[in-house]
């Protein structure tokens, strides 16, 4: 209990250095690769979320999705890649290999599904080498690129904003 508030509060002094060094980048290719981040914490159905993404488009075998779940059980099985706050070193490293895969994976696009600004997410966002990141208005704002006000719960909503100005904006 004491180490994971250290850990925490190392990860937040972390990650508000990051974010003073945040990049802008643009997307200039269409949409072909899709990484999914998301905040199972809350109980969200992430099958859900992903088989709506992929009515909109985009194909199965494009989209990669990890998975935030602030306890882990450990007879549980899952089926994205699944990870905690134990999967971070003190030093802000991730420990897991599946995370280091998917940050270093360029995606065209990053969906980060999360709306409580926990400092692994936004570390793991500000990470991630995807070209055009897309997430929840209530986030720092430096993180992603679009951003969309709507109630998380209301997943149907959210990616039939996202891919509408998508293609508003010709990404797709």
Do not use: C, W
């Not at 003073?20 to 979320?49: C, H, M, Q, Y």
């Amino acid at each position: 209990m004491f180490l994971n508030y250290i850990k925490s509060f190392v990860l937040n002094k972390t990650v508000k250095k990051r974010l003073r060094n945040v990049k802008g980048e643009s997307l200039n290719s269409p949409i072909v690769r899709v990484g999914l981040i998301v905040d199972e914490s809350n109980s969200l159905e992430t099958a859900a979320l992903k088989q709506e993404i992929i009515s909109n488009g985009i194909l199965e075998n494009n989209i990669k999705v990890i998975v935030f779940r602030d306890v882990l059980k450990n007879k549980e099985v899952y089926l994205e890649s699944t990870f905690g706050l134990k999967d971070l070193n003190f030093k802000g490293g991730f420990k897991q290999e599946s995370i280091n895969e998917f940050i270093s994976e360029e995606f065209d696009l990053l969906i980060n599904y999360y709306n409580e600004e926990k400092p692994f997410l936004l570390l793991l966002t500000n990470s991630s080498k995807a070209k055009f990141k897309v997430g929840f208005s209530n986030i720092d704002k430096r993180l992603n690129h679009f951003l969309i006000n709507i109630n998380p719960e209301n997943y149907k909503g959210f990616t039939s904003e996202l891919f509408r100005y998508l293609k508003i904006l010709n990404k797709i």
